[in-house]
């Protein structure tokens, strides 16, 4: 008899080492590799994938001595940024970082790829953040926007509202004191251009965050409330949906550029776009004519731009307003993309910087990389960690066209997800393979797998997979129809004036409150300021004692 297609030893030893782990007597868990191929394979390994530096305990007292110069000479910046610069790799786990920095090295064909460094990881302060939402111990991607957007936890699947805003209570929504207000209008409200840009679509979760409130993220436009059979058919009318809001209210209106995708929200079902998709409102309305249209103030000038050569052509020093939709719902991942018709993460956030830099008072750009969550919801590894390369070259080419005299730019993650890096792979091995072989029944397991989703499949010898595959879905334990999100801290990466706040483990609606001191905007801007003699940064002084302490390790280290 094999129970779900596992063999009836493999199953036995399963049921022997749960009775044996629920004490600690009688059992010992060893991490101590017996096979001599395997050992012999690992050593093979290391020297053709790592440097024979790597062997010297001096080259690993080095590096860490030269990191410990380098905190000790670290810079704190204070005064104020004129310019802040958000990014938000939505689902961008800790174990999505260490994978993504080792698929990046791998591609770059770079031996000993495990040290590489994402571009924001090189940032000089770090810190945890704490994810749930009021309601749920594991957040999406609705209640932590509120959070990281607003400074104000809510309700899952709830938009820019307070936890008094139940799922779909479309009234309770509409009170002035259950609605948040987002720090892009802080920003605005200080004389702050300000931008959001997002690869999925621009009413999705995340980018709503930073204009909208709404009793369920999923309403993006009015088809999608008359559809849900959960609602009242009144909040139709009652309130506006997210692309609505985006077009009416103060916040979105102002918005001076806007990018991403989901143009179907924005245009009625009668008319076709560009690519021959038909629209989504049933109410007639045509949203882009209509911000179009908008008399924000004398003179502006406004553009609308589909594809990326209308993108390019855009003369940005001479645009106030910028509003790009490049696919009818959320655009596609970078490895599978028509090139040639969506641009990248990196264009467009060059192309919104540079748009924002017209203002004196500064900016405020909210940058999301979307679509390595969506990756995950599928268990498609690579295409989640492709994506977690791709945000972090727009992370850097921000760094690039910015100056951290001036400019903080804060990255971080919204939520988990459930993949994890497993397995005691040695140095080289293919992140995307399966170089380990299971002794309860002589079968490899990939590197990475997930706890849960559309990929599960009863234990199975995946020797013939071709993991390498942008659309390979890796293993998962529970058969779900989408990977769930986990509810692990994420990781913070700060740079610029008063990167240090970021620092430690907090809440996640911490996050907009520490921006808003920083770029003296919003509630932030109220507070007694620190450091205001010093406008630039101020090194951190390291006492006598430390001095001492430092001077010895050299001392011993020669």
Known sequence: MRPYGVPCAFALSIATALLLGATTDGIEIRHTDNNAENIAARRRASNENISPDENNKQFWYNAGNNLLRKKLNSERQ?????????????????????????????????TGSEKEMLSFEKFPFTGLSKTYCVDSQVADSACSATAYLTGVK????????SGAVSNRDCLASNEPANQAVSSMRWAQQAGKRTGVVSNMRVTHATP?????NVAQRDWEC?????????????????????????????????????MGGGRAKFFPNTDKDQQNQKGQRRDGRDLIKEWLEINRTSGASSAYVTDRSQLKSVNTSETDYLFGLFASSHMSYNILANKSQEPT???????AIEVLSKGDAGYYLFVEGGLIDWAHHSNMAQLALDEAVMLSKAVGRAAELTSREDTLIVVTSDHSHTMTINGYPHRGSDILGHPKIA??????????????????????????????????????MVNLTWETHGGDDVAVFASGPWAHLFVGNYEQNYIPHAISYAAQMGPGAELERKHVADSSSTKILVNSSLAAFTALVMLLLR
């Not at 104020?80 to 698929?103: E, H, P, Q």
């Not at 397991?445 to 890796?474: C, H, I, V």
Request: proline share 4%.
């Open 78 to 110: 204070y005064g104020v940024a004129k310019n802040v610069i958000f990014f938000i790799g939505d689902g961008m786990s800790i174990a999505t970082l260490a994978s993504a920095r080792i698929y990046m090295g791998q591609k770059q064909n770079n």
């Open 222 to 258: 009015d088809n999608d409330v008359l559809v849900d059979e959960l609602a009242d058919k009144s909040c139709t009318t009652q309130s506006p949906d997210i692309a609505r809001q985006l077009i009416e209210r103060e916040t979105g209106r102002n918005l001076n550029v806007i």
């Open 439 to 476: 002794y309860t029944d002589n079968m490899p397991y990939s590197t990475l797998s997930y706890a849960n989703g559309p990929s599960y499949k009863a234990r199975y010898n995946l020797s013939d997979d071709k993991t390498d595959e942008p659309q390979y879905q890796f293993p998962s």
């Open 345 to 351: 993460l990196v264009e467009m956030t060059e192309a």
């Open 208 to 212: 709503a965050g930073a204009y909208a």
């Open 154 to 161: 809510g309700n899952i699947e709830t938009i820019g509202v």
